[in-house]
């Protein structure tokens, strides 16, 4: 898939991504949910698919909090308090653990609620708003919400899928 360059693109690209990847997260069988049988984000790690939930639902909200700050021209600490970017394998055992105690439903709630309020900040959003300028660092708030969005979407569906296969699951 193309890297989305305007608004409609973003909105179908985080669309296409999420559906996918939500019909193979309804297949996951419940008693293999919290199995740490998935390659974790850290090397030498396992993780369960609730883990891979729990990464996909602490970015997306990053996302919505780092654009509240910046519209409220607040300072924001990215990617986030008390972690840096050479600290990601950290922030998502943070992630992990925030999550942790949601039951698989309240996941999948959860993913779906963040992926909404992806869309409707986007919808929201001019198309120069998205792509017309830097917005942190060299990168437009498009281009930011691509790289926590559809992006790691699809890297999670790839994932689940292998795992799937692995497993012996349909």
Request: proline share 5%; glycine share 6%; charged share 25%.
């Amino acid at each position: 898939m193309a890297i989305p360059q305007t608004k409609a693109e973003l909105l179908s690209a985080i669309d296409t991504s999420y559906r996918k990847l939500a019909a193979d997260l309804k297949t996951v069988p419940p008693e293999k949910v919290r199995d740490l049988s998935l390659e974790g984000h850290r090397a030498g790690t396992m993780i369960s698919v609730a883990d891979l939930m729990a990464y996909l639902i602490g970015w997306n909200e990053l996302v919505l909090k780092w654009y509240r700050l910046k519209r409220d021209h607040l300072p924001v600490d990215f990617p986030e308090t008390g972690f840096k970017w050479n600290e990601l394998g950290l922030l998502a055992q943070k992630f992990y653990e925030d999550y942790a105690q949601l039951s698989y439903e309240e996941l999948l709630a959860r993913l779906a609620a963040a992926k909404d309020g992806i869309v409707s900040m986007v919808s929201e959003c001019s198309n120069d708003g998205l792509y017309g300028g830097p917005w942190y660092e060299k990168y437009t708030l498009g281009r930011m919400i691509q790289l926590n969005t559809a992006s790691p979407y699809a890297n999670a569906r790839s994932r689940l899928r292998r795992w799937k296969i692995e497993q012996g699951l349909p």
